[in-house]
């Protein structure tokens, strides 16, 4: 399968950040599949949620294969009393993304406050998607985090 650059590879390009390149089968839409073809446990593919306060900014949350997001340590750790999971709809009109292909690295400079689960701190690297279903990215954990300008909260139970 060729790969074309996705916007996310060129922004990691632009600043000279390193990374690997997953790809498989694109009917293939969650972390723990991901993990399943890639051969690494789910703990380290990590996927993009997109969750909705009552006003303001949506956000993106990148959290583990095998953990739940739970709302209200979300809720808590961005001072809302109340936040919720967008649609698949609202989703994908929000990003401009399939669900499967979400990535806080496809969306830089867009209107999202970014934030990822303490958990990935004990990981050297993360795979997360490249903007496109079948393919992820893997990079080093401070990476991902500078380049996404991500938030660190405790965002699973």
Avoid: C, W
């Avoid at 739970?70 to 009109?93: C, P």
């Amino acid at each position: 399968m060729t790969t074309h650059k996705t916007n996310s590879m060129r922004a990691l390009d632009a600043q000279k950040i390193p990374y690997q390149v997953f790809t498989f089968p694109p009917d293939v839409h969650s972390a723990a599949g991901v993990a399943e073809v890639v051969g690494l446990p789910a703990r380290q593919v990590y996927k993009t949620l997109v969750v909705l306060r009552p006003q303001g900014k949506p956000m993106l949350i990148m959290i583990p294969g095998d953990r739940e997001l739970d709302l209200k340590r979300v809720a808590k750790a961005v001072g809302e009393k109340k936040v919720r999971m967008a649609s698949h709809n609202e989703a994908e009109k929000l990003t401009g993304l399939q669900v499967g292909g979400i990535s806080a690295l496809a969306l830089l400079n867009r209107p999202f406050d970014v934030f990822i689960d303490r958990s990935a701190t004990e990981l050297s690297h993360v795979l997360v998607s490249a903007g496109a279903r079948g393919i992820n990215l893997r990079l080093a954990v401070p990476d991902l985090i500078r380049t996404t300008r991500a938030r660190v909260i405790q965002a699973t139970a």
